[in-house]
């Protein structure tokens, strides 16, 4: 059988025919650093949604599905502007055209705030799914394009974590300043240049199954590319879970380009261990969950693969195009949305198995019969790969994680304190995962906060890990490099969400306290351990967040006798935390009753209001003693959360 020309490789002037991969490198790159911004940009909308919750669930919920399904407009519109109305396909030009879009829209969500950025990060976040899916689609249509566009995808997952880990988990839009964005530029201006090179590009097909795109970039956002899910899931350093995840997108990119790889077993067995693989991942904990993970980034690249081929194209048609990646924007914002609601609004079941259906609908999106990698027509091969040149597309994400375990060398050392040395500062603060009420997650602000306090210990509660609402940032990992404090964290609502102690000594005796479900509609958890007080002596503190309904009090009072009983009786002890109840409650007549005394009513003003912090309304932020006096005690004005922190003065005896 004679091989079309659109499959032959092409002669330039001087009759010399160009490599059977002339232009590979070039459209995998391309989709790889799309990737990395679409990731940036996707992420950034859960703080910038984050916004509306004040509103209420259901406004979240409808915001948030109009701005995905509006991804399927903007392919539209990219479409009609490059001619392509009839084939439906992108050509580079199109992808050229829509990632300038997205990358204005990120530049201009980093140099606006509040409202202005609330309604660019939505915008921002609908452009990225329509490049995202014409850039993936360009590069899969055509011979052998479905391991093409997978190795694009893998590649930018890798790369993306790397990045990540090397900016300590905070994104570059939340961290300003002249890194943020320097970095911002970078990763606008690389996939423009790609973009350029390969404008010239034009598909022979669209694969059919584009909607894979959406389940698999929901696993990249909260697994795959997320190493604070990895550290705080496996319970693993943050540096040494990251690099695992890095590696594991590299060596699948290694596995892709491996010829053969492609045979029927290979694909049936990652299609059945993706959705079991993701399943332990996030039921699991410690070592396990992580081998998990890597096995799950192995099957998805194996998947998307044999996904993204084009043996029968899809049919052509701008609608199909567009109703294809609002698909894709729908479906990734289901996977996200109803895993994030669960915690208002309880499904019934663990929500990890959200995720695991997501695994395995894209699994599914991955079984065919036939092995892929053939051209369009029966018995046709597609051009081969030079596979060697291609492994060292995994270079740029080794280097960032080679950066991300230089950073922790360089970092400044804590500021050494100078006070009365019989003083015990303690400073309490719900962190809200990091979120500010003006649309930010600025962590440097929180720590400058904290430094100036310079407490012996910090009481945090909302403390996120890799959770999707605060941006994917390790908070509890970055605020102790950056404090130079002893750090222990509790999961409460899961892994990446939960209570930590900050402590200038090591803790000891450290304990994690499940706390009573109740009414729910969210698990809550408590965190104690012994610290080192004035002249030695230890000093028991907790951190503690109760249920946060109105109506759960009878849920906190259970939750209060249950921390009663696992508090042991050994000492000066200081309880701290978001109660969710007020003065005058029952929960507080709870803890008076039982000894405790209220810091800000003993040594400071007892009028004073935490929450919300923008217009503080009531006081649910509590510091307490037993055994304990308090000298002084305030509410800090910082608004980097939506609750305002609490610092007092400890002294021994009481």
Aim: aromatic content about 4%; charged content about 15%.
């Amino acid at each position: 059988m004679s091989v079309p020309a659109s499959a032959r490789p092409a002669t330039p002037p001087g009759g010399s025919p160009l490599p059977p991969d002339a232009g590979v490198a070039t459209r995998v790159s391309l989709l790889a650093l799309v990737t990395v911004l679409v990731v940036d940009v996707v992420r950034a909308a859960g703080p910038v949604l984050d916004r509306a919750f004040a509103a209420g669930t259901l406004p979240v919920a409808g915001t948030a599905l109009g701005t995905f399904a509006a991804s399927g407009v903007v392919a539209a519109l990219a479409l009609l502007a490059t001619g392509r109305r009839t084939p439906g396909s992108a050509t580079g030009r199109t992808v050229l055209v829509a990632v300038v879009a997205l990358g204005v829209g990120r530049l201009v969500t980093q140099a606006v705030h509040d409202e202005a950025r609330f309604v660019a990060g939505l915008v921002t976040a609908a452009l990225a799914v329509a490049a995202l899916v014409l850039t993936a689609t360009l590069v899969a249509g055509r011979p052998g394009g479905g391991r093409q566009g997978a190795l694009g995808l893998v590649l930018g997952t890798g790369l993306s974590a790397a990045l990540q880990l090397a900016l300590g988990t905070w994104d570059p839009l939340w961290r300003g300043g002249v890194a943020g964005t320097a970095v911002a530029v970078a990763l606008v201006v690389l996939p423009v240049v790609l973009a350029l090179v390969a404008r010239d590009e034009v598909p022979t097909g669209r694969p059919r199954r584009t909607w894979v795109l959406g389940p698999a970039l929901a696993l990249v956002l909260m697994v795959l590319a997320n190493p604070a899910f990895a550290a705080s899931q496996s319970g693993l350093p943050l540096r040494v879970a990251g690099t695992v995840v890095v590696l594991a997108a590299a060596l699948t990119a290694w596995v892709l380009l491996v010829p053969r790889v492609m045979v029927r077993p290979v694909r049936w067995s990652a299609a059945v261990l993706l959705p079991v693989s993701v399943a332990v991942t996030l039921l699991a904990s410690g070592v396990v969950a992580l081998v998990a993970l890597v096995v799950a980034q192995a099957a998805v690249g194996v998947v998307l693969a044999v996904a993204l081929k084009t043996r029968r194209p899809a049919p052509p048609g701008l609608p199909r195009t567009a109703l294809a990646t609002a698909g894709v924007g729908l479906s990734l914002l289901g996977v996200l949305l109803v895993y994030l609601l669960a915690y208002d609004v309880p499904l019934g079941v663990d929500n990890a198995w959200v995720v695991v259906v997501a695994a395995a609908l894209l699994a599914a999106g991955g079984l065919r019969w036939r092995t892929p990698g053939t051209g369009d027509a029966p018995g046709e091969p597609a051009p081969p790969l030079r596979a060697n040149a291609l492994r060292f597309l995994v270079l740029p994400s080794v280097a960032l994680l080679a950066l991300a375990w230089l950073v922790p060398v360089v970092a400044a050392p804590a500021p050494a304190v100078d006070r009365d040395p019989d003083a015990f500062v303690v400073l309490d603060w719900n962190l809200h995962y990091g979120v500010g009420a003006d649309t930010t997650v600025d962590l440097e602000q929180i720590a400058r906060t904290i430094e100036a306090e310079q407490p012996d210990v910090v009481a945090l509660q909302e403390v996120a890990r890799g959770w999707v609402l605060g941006g994917g940032v390790d908070m509890a990992t970055w605020l102790a490099e950056r404090l130079g404090m002893h750090v222990a964290f509790a999961p409460a609502a899961d892994h990446q969400f939960g209570n930590a102690l900050l402590s200038r000594a090591p803790l000891t005796d450290v304990e994690v306290v499940p706390l009573p479900y109740g009414a729910g509609p969210q698990q809550r958890s408590a965190l104690t351990a012994l610290a080192e007080g004035p002249g030695g002596t230890p000093v028991r503190v907790t951190s503690v967040h109760l249920q946060h309904r109105e109506t759960n009090v009878p849920t906190r009072l259970d939750q209060l006798a249950a921390l009663a009983e696992a508090l042991p009786a050994d000492g000066p002890s200081v309880l701290a935390g978001d109660l969710n109840a007020g003065p005058g409650s029952p929960e507080l007549a709870t803890l008076t009753d039982a000894g405790w005394t209220s810091a800000l009513d003993a040594a400071g003003d007892p009028g004073a209001l935490t929450h919300p912090s923008d217009d503080p309304a009531t006081r649910i932020d509590w510091v307490l003693g037993q055994g304990v006096t308090f000298d002084d005690a305030r509410v800090l004005g910082d608004r980097s959360s939506d609750h305002l922190p609490v610092v007092t003065t400890v002294r021994l005896g009481g």
